[in-house]
């Protein structure tokens, strides 16, 4: 593991040198007193990890890892600070960890054996990327996607291609018959016609996932089809495999962020299918739930500021939502923000009035009071 080390204050560069020196695997490639220095450095050798201070004169730690991230965003930032108030804008500068002065052997082991397996899980995504991964993105719009990057030279021929594509993904790996699917896609047509539409639209499907990359794709027997879904994933699935009960904990954050951000619209939202719309709610149910899990733990840990900006965009989505209302009000008492605070809680009044005729249930004007109250009596 390559490492830099950028502190303005010399001692500090030598004794995080030392404690690096016991860790095996790591070994020190420079040491820079300013964050130009070794922005310059990067551009030049790179690194695997950056262990950055924070307040440094000129270009500040957190100035500096945009910068660094802008070089090569497979760099790990580690955070040292003395403060532990940059902890949650370390994290939102996308820090993998913060180490606290003066720094304890035990604690820079811990991080090192984190940074080691980020780095196996890394060098095992590019091997993937490397052989063409296929995966199915089904949150708000249909798309093809080799890796990290979207399919754009293929081309659905017809929409009622697509749709039967969606269609029989939908109930991924499972028999439909013929007559359902003419009856979903086709209702109105003669049934002559109809099935010539389906035969056509398949063979587009084969056409169409043959040039993907996908070998096995749909199959015909006793007058149903199926998909074979086994040579690509779909986001749908990472979703669902989530379980909702279990407590999250620091390496479930990680990867439960990425998850969640895929989240860019409700399923198959754009192409606006009937047949879709019990899965799209249920899908925006889980989605809410494990978001609402998330900024839960995200105020637990001192990160108000990441879930306050979910909380916000879940608001969006359900703007009806009590219990939203409730942990935004909660988020910005924390960030000390009482004007916010009302001025988001006037609204969701206003908006319940409006549009249901009366006043929330809660968060009511005595909650309102007592958050603002206990949170500046703090």
């Known amino acids: 593991m390559k490492a830099i080390l950028i502190d303005d204050e010399k001692p500090a560069l030598l004794h995080m040198e030392r404690l690096l020196a016991a860790e095996h695997g ?4 420079g040491k820079f007193t300013s964050a130009q220095a070794g922005i310059e450095y990067l551009e030049r050798s790179g690194a695997d990890v950056v262990f950055l201070d924070i307040e440094m004169p000129g270009m500040n730690g957190l100035e500096a890892a945009e910068r660094i991230l802008q070089i090569d965003d497979d760099i790990r930032i580690v955070y040292v600070t003395a403060y532990a108030d940059y902890a949650v804008e370390a994290f939102e500068r996308c820090a993998m960890d913060y180490l606290l002065k003066p720094i304890h052997p035990d604690r820079i082991a811990k991080t090192v054996r984190r940074i080691e397996a980020m780095l196996r899980k890394s060098s095992q995504g590019k091997e993937k990327a490397v052989n063409t991964e296929k ?7 249909l798309a093809l996607y080799d890796g990290d990057e979207a399919v754009r030279h293929l081309k659905w021929r017809t929409s009622k291609s697509q749709e039967l594509f969606a269609f ?7 028999w439909v018959s013929k007559d359902l699917i003419l009856d979903t896609l086709w209702p109105d047509t003669l049934r002559d016609k109809a099935m010539t539409h389906l035969h056509t639209s398949v063979y587009q499907i084969r056409k169409l996932l043959k040039q993907w990359g996908v070998q096995r794709t749909i199959e015909y027997e006793l007058d149903s089809y199926r998909l074979r879904a086994d040579e690509f994933q779909t986001d749908v699935q990472l979703l669902e495999a989530i379980p909702l009960e279990e407590p999250i904990n620091e390496d479930s954050w990680e990867k439960l962020n990425r998850i969640t951000d895929m989240y860019s619209g409700d399923y198959l939202e754009e192409h606006d299918y009937v047949w879709a719309a019990s899965k799209s709610k249920e899908l925006l149910s889980r989605y809410l739930s494990l978001s609402l899990a998330l900024a839960r733990y995200e105020m637990q840990t001192g990160r108000e500021r990441m ?11 359900e703007p009806y939502s009590e219990e939203i209302c409730e942990l935004v009000l909660s988020a910005y008492a924390r960030n000390s923000d009482y004007q916010a605070l009302q001025r988001h809680y006037d609204s969701f009044v206003e908006l319940f009035q409006a549009d ?23």
């Open 356 to 378: 249901l005729g009366r006043k929330p249930d809660r968060p009511n004007d005595e909650q309102v009071s007592r958050l603002i109250q206990s949170g500046r009596q703090e």
């Open 26 to 29: 790591v070994r020190v490639e």
């Open 307 to 317: 879930a306050l900006q979910r909380l916000l965009l879940l608001q969006e989505k």
């Open 135 to 141: 995966r199915v993105c089904c949150l708000k719009r």
């Open 168 to 174: 029989l993904l939908h109930r991924r790996d499972r």
